[in-house]
Every structure is written in C-alpha cells, then in structure tokens.
C-alpha cells in the first residue's frame, strides 16, 4: 500500500532563517507531487506542483521554491522566513496519468515563524 | 477559471441530527468531485467522490450526488455523531493540468452530545 511522510511535523523558526520541508511517498512510481499552505482556519492554497523529476510548476510568486531530487521526494525550501510564511504545509500526491482520482495527503507540518 | 463554493461555518449540531452541507462549482466540461475530510491536526482524507453526472458518492454515512444541471454536490449524513466533527472540503478535478485539484474553503462541523 501506498503512504506518504512528512517532516519535521511542528517547526518554530525565526525571521530571515531558512526552511526545508521535505515529503516522501512509498508504495507508488512516477507520483504527481503537490505542496499546499493552510492558513489558520482558511482554505487550501496550492503553492507547487511536480509531474516528475526535476519538473516544478509554480502556483504562487512568493519567497518559497520547491525541489524533486528523486522520483518519490519532494521538497520545499527557503532561504529567508517571513512571518507570513506561518502555517500548516501538506503534501499530497495522487497518480499520474489518471486525472480523475483523488489526492492523498500527508500528516503536514505546522509552521510557526516568530 | 474554475471555482468551488462551499456553505459557510462553522456548523454546529446535535448529535443525530440530519446534515447538509452545500457545495456548488464553476467548472467547464466534467470533472470529477470529490468531498475531503480534516481531523484537527491532520492532513485531508478522501470522503467520498463521484467522477460523473447523477453518480452518487458515499462513505461512512455520508452521501453526495453529482448534480451538473444545478452544479452541486451536496454533502448529507442522516444522524451525526460527536466524532464528525472536522472541517469538509468540497473539490473538483480534470484529467488535465497535472491532476491539479480546485478545493472550497472548507466548512467546520462541530456535532455536540
């Protein structure tokens, strides 16, 4: 069966540091990724999406990036925090070449930058 | 663009009590709809889906048809229990731009003893 981790699972960081959210998937090949932010009490916003390695397509122009070193790892970084950057990170994935199928989401990350 | 439009929150219930929980899309074409639960703290899990027009999803109690004359897919539960209570998210889906998902704002449940 199919699983999907991420980690770390809470994380407090100041202004101006760096992030590194990272996110794998078992069980599966060739995954379409997918990194969310949910802002408390609000809905989902997509942030980047990968059909594949090395493949990123950006939703949103903001100080974040994200990375697919491997076919099954994906990765969001930055290297300086804003307060705004504050929120709840989940990564999903559903199967590529069959559009019609769900998304399934990992645990998520809760951010808190101070 | 293609949009979805969920029921405000939060809702609060008695247990047993019926639920609806209203969803409403802009989309061209047929995508699929999806409904999505959140336990607090957790990430999403699938509810239910429905992939055409007059399906119906159900899951656990929960029940959505596909309406695309009315563009809906209504969220129901005959009697909610305490352990419902999450936040619902209503979604759509094409067999295209990378599978990416279109999600509501999602709605708060909260079902009293």
Known sequence: SQTIHQWPATLVQPV???LSLECTVEGTSNPNLYWY?????RGLQLLFYSVGIGQISSEVPQN???SRPQDRQFILSSKKLLLSDSGFYLC?????GTGYDEQFFGPGTRLTVL | GNSVTQMEGPVTLSEEAFLTINCTYTATGYPSLFWYVQYPGEGLQLLLKATK???KGSNKGFEATYRKETTSFHLEKGSVQVSDSAVY????KYNTNAGKSTFGDGTTLTVKP
């Open chain 1, 37 to 41: 932010r949910q802002a408390a009490g």
């Open chain 2, 53 to 55: 027009a007059d399906d």
């Open chain 1, 92 to 96: 999903a994935w559903s199967l590529s």
């Open chain 1, 64 to 66: 974040l990036s994200a």
């Open chain 2, 89 to 92: 998210f209503c979604a759509l």
């Open chain 1, 16 to 18: 101006g540091s760096p």
